[in-house]
């Protein structure tokens, strides 16, 4: 395709990212990582009504979750369908366009949809570190009171903040909702 000056568009360079850079809400990241596990979920047997009318059901989804990680830490991705065969454990996989979902509101998951993509590639030399995992940080969806609340197509401006209960576990910079003190 040409621009107006005549010159084909050139494709951006990946920027690669590391697990601990992961933030809440955000998509477009790419990352390499090792599958440390992965765990079949069971979905639920009820019939899909969209496709009732349909002469043939959908096939069931297949859903696994797989920790995934890399030497800055580990969070869970959630795999769906062919996803699931490439995410064996111990393959090095990169995850393209991938984004943040908010798991139950409150934890953080790693997902590619239909507009990323997931490569098997050569087996990366790092160790993983297990001890810094994305996905158990508890998050809660707050309004900012001190800096005024922001009205877009009346919706308020809402962020994330960690909800940690080990003040170590929580980002530099975000605030723990609470702390328990025993």
């Known amino acids: 395709?040409?621009?107006?000056?005549?010159?084909?568009?050139?494709?951006?360079?990946?920027?690669?990212?590391?697990?601990?850079?992961?933030?809440?809400?955000?998509?477009?990241?790419?990352?390499?990582?090792?599958?440390?596990?992965?765990?079949?979920?069971?979905?639920?047997?009820?019939?899909?009504?969209?496709?009732?009318?349909?002469?043939?059901?959908?096939?069931?989804?297949?859903?696994?979750?797989?920790?995934?990680?890399?030497?800055?830490?580990?969070?869970?991705?959630?795999?769906?369908?062919?996803?699931?065969?490439?995410?064996?454990?111990?393959?090095?996989?990169?995850?393209?366009?991938?984004?943040?979902?908010m798991f139950k509101g409150t934890t953080m998951r790693l997902a590619v949809d239909k507009w990323g993509r997931i490569e098997v590639t050569e087996p990366a030399k790092f160790t993983i570190n297990e001890d810094n995992n994305l996905s158990l940080v508890e998050y809660e969806l707050v309004t900012v009171p001190d800096q005024g609340l922001a009205r877009i197509g009346g919706w308020k401006k809402l962020i994330f903040r960690p909800s940690c209960l080990v003040k170590s576990q929580c980002g530099t910079s975000f605030r723990p909702s609470r702390i328990s003190v025993n």
Do not use: Y
């Not at 019939?47 to 580990?74: F, H, M, Q, W, Y």
């Not at 996989?93 to 979902?101: C, G």
């Open 1 to 101: 395709m040409a621009t107006a000056t005549g010159q084909a568009n050139a494709k951006r360079k990946p920027v690669f990212v590391k697990v601990e850079d992961l933030k809440p809400g955000t998509t477009g990241h790419t990352l390499i990582v090792k599958v440390v596990e992965t765990t079949p979920v069971k979905t639920s047997s009820r019939p899909n009504t969209s496709r009732a009318l349909l002469s043939r059901p959908a096939p069931p989804a297949k859903i696994a979750e797989c920790v995934v990680g890399d030497e800055t830490g580990t969070i869970i991705f959630t795999a769906r369908n062919e996803q699931v065969d490439l995410m064996t454990k111990g393959a090095t996989v990169i995850l393209r366009n991938a984004k943040i979902v």
